[in-house]
């Protein structure tokens, strides 16, 4: 059977992009390679590629920039290798220099080429990045499904000429395996072909996919990702309040008010339920889903809020 790769491709780019296409040809003949056109939005690309992961059951994640950042995330709770290119792990630190209007570099398969940076979108990375790596000092998971296992499975390719992703020293404070090619952060056709392909190939042959990974669902991953968010929003809301300053109380006001919402939804009585039933991974940080959790923070602000008028 042939094996499948999944190639991740970085912001600025698309399915049809110099590395993507370099990539299906190199293995035309030996695997399956699924390039897809990823969305604008972080959590719409995430829910993409984890249906795409859930349905077509790759053998590899590989990524380039920005699609090297979804891939280190995504690996280790779907149970199979990534590769990633050039990763950026600071995507908000550099979507917040370019705010305005911009195009693609390469085709995209809807034919729209324009996209807008905006600040919300610079926020929607930052919340993201604050758990895409694993706490060894404290063993907990700051990214859900994270682990020991993965250190090895999971590589970086840098390039020496890159002048938009210095993050190797990061990597390798997670990470275990890492090289270097000589070129910059986009990588050229036949840098693909003579860097990354036999990087692929060794990893197959290295790390073969049983039959029975672990895996959770499109729906469960899709919980776990919201949790984080909430419980983010938790922790920020938490501290603030313990604080008790004007300024740290201003701030939260939007997580309060998301936390709000969030609460009295069918989402949190959904989540309550997974988390009640054994669904989601013991090591996932979950104090929004605790009973009481959401309704003391909610009743502190409000008792605050009153002695501040």
Avoid at 79 to 102: W, Y
Avoid at 261 to 284: I, R, V
Wanted: proline fraction near 5%; aromatic fraction near 10%; charge should be negative.
């Amino acid at each position: 059977m042939k094996k499948k790769i999944l190639f991740l491709h970085g912001f600025y780019a698309s399915g049809s992009c110099v590395p993507a296409l370099a990539l299906k040809e190199a293995f035309k003949e030996r695997a399956t390679v699924l390039t897809p056109d990823l969305p604008l939005h972080p959590a719409d690309a995430i829910r993409l590629i984890l249906e795409i992961c859930d349905r077509e059951k790759p053998d590899i994640l590989v990524g380039n920039s920005c699609g090297s950042f979804y891939a280190q995330m995504i690996s280790p709770v779907i149970g199979v290798p990534a590769l990633l290119g050039n990763p950026h792990f600071k995507m908000s630190d550099f979507l917040r220099e370019r705010i305005g209007s911009h195009q693609y570099k390469s085709p995209r398969a809807d034919g729209n080429q324009n996209f807008t940076i905006t600040e919300e979108l610079v926020k929607e990375f930052e919340e993201i990045e604050a758990h895409q790596f694993f706490d060894e000092r404290s063993g907990r998971a700051e990214r859900d499904g994270c682990n020991i296992y993965n250190k090895e499975r999971v590589w970086g390719l840098f390039g020496e000429e890159d002048t938009l992703a210095h993050f190797e020293p990061l990597f390798l404070e997670h990470y275990l395996n890492s090289y270097h090619f000589p070129g910059g952060h986009t990588p050229t056709a036949e840098q693909f072909n003579t860097w990354y392909c036999p990087l692929i190939e060794k990893m197959l042959l290295e790390y073969p996919v049983s039959e029975d990974r672990a895996r959770y669902s499109v729906e469960i991953l899709l919980q776990i990702e919201r949790i984080k968010r909430m419980e983010q929003r938790f922790n920020n809301a938490l501290a603030a309040i313990k604080d008790g300053s004007a300024v740290s109380l201003k701030a939260i006001k939007e997580d309060v008010a998301e936390l709000s919402k969030y609460y009295s939804s069918e989402l949190w009585k959904l989540d309550f339920a997974a988390d009640e039933a054994g669904k989601l991974p013991l090591d996932l940080k979950r104090g929004v889903l605790s009973e009481d959790g959401i309704w003391n923070l909610l009743s502190d602000y409000r008792e605050i809020q009153k002695t501040k008028q």
